[in-house]
Nanobody, 117 residues
Framework: QVELVESGGGLVQPGGSLRLSCTSS????????MGWYRQTPGKERELVAV?????????GPDMKDRFIISRDSAKATDSVNLQMIDLKPEDTAVYYC?????????WGRGTQVTVSS
């Protein structure tokens, strides 16, 4: 069973930056896309950014300028990074990694990002 392992969350001051990483436990056969979503209490999970195997990068509304997704080709398995800049308190959320291939979706357990002074 594929597992997605996230890292890089934590506490950061407004205006600061963080880099999240997500790596699969094994190569995902036929992977279609891999990326990040986030969720705050009482709200639905929302798209942050997804990398598609065609090279297309898809972002949620108003996410493109401050959330930069990239594939980490140096890893032996499937891996993406999310560079987050100019963070705002409203970016506070649990950030989840997701990957998909035909017929399957895989989710990580989430990593907490807190933006506060």
């Amino acid at each position: 069973q594929v597992e997605l392992v996230e890292s890089g969350g934590g506490l950061v001051q407004p205006g600061g930056s963080l880099r999240l990483s997500c790596t699969s436990s094994e190569p995902i056969t036929g992977i279609i896309h891999m990326g990040w979503y986030r969720q705050t209490p009482g709200k639905e999970r929302e798209l942050v950014a997804v990398w598609h195997t065609t090279g297309l990068k898809i972002h949620g509304p108003d996410m493109k300028d401050r959330f930069i997704i990239s594939r980490d080709s140096a890893k032996a398995t499937d891996s993406v990074n999310l560079q987050m800049i100019d963070l705002k308190p409203e970016d506070t959320a649990v950030y989840y990694c997701k990957a998909a291939n035909p017929g399957n979706e895989y989710w990580g357990r989430g990593t907490q990002v807190t933006v506060s002074s």
